[in-house]
């Protein structure tokens, strides 16, 4: 269970601290991309990104799941 909580946690800084502040930093300095494309497509990128983290967010907690209940982890009957 330890490693859990250490592995949420450092998830948790990794990813989504440190996209929270790209995206701050990106809207921060809107003023300097100018009318052009780069602001609209680094914010989709990193809409992207965070789409992506949702899912590993799911893996993750299936894995947390399947490990905290070890009679369901053999699925193969035979």
Do not use: C
């Amino acid at each position: 269970m330890a490693e859990w909580v250490l592995n949420l946690a450092t998830y948790i800084v990794a990813r989504a601290g440190a996209h929270l502040l790209i995206t701050a930093k990106l809207i921060w300095d809107a003023p300097k991309f100018g009318k052009g494309i780069e602001l609209p497509l680094a914010l989709f990128g990193m809409f992207g990104m965070n789409f992506l983290n949702a899912f590993l967010d799911i893996d993750l907690f299936h894995a947390f799941k399947r490990e905290r209940n070890p009679q369901n982890t053999n699925s193969h009957h035979e």
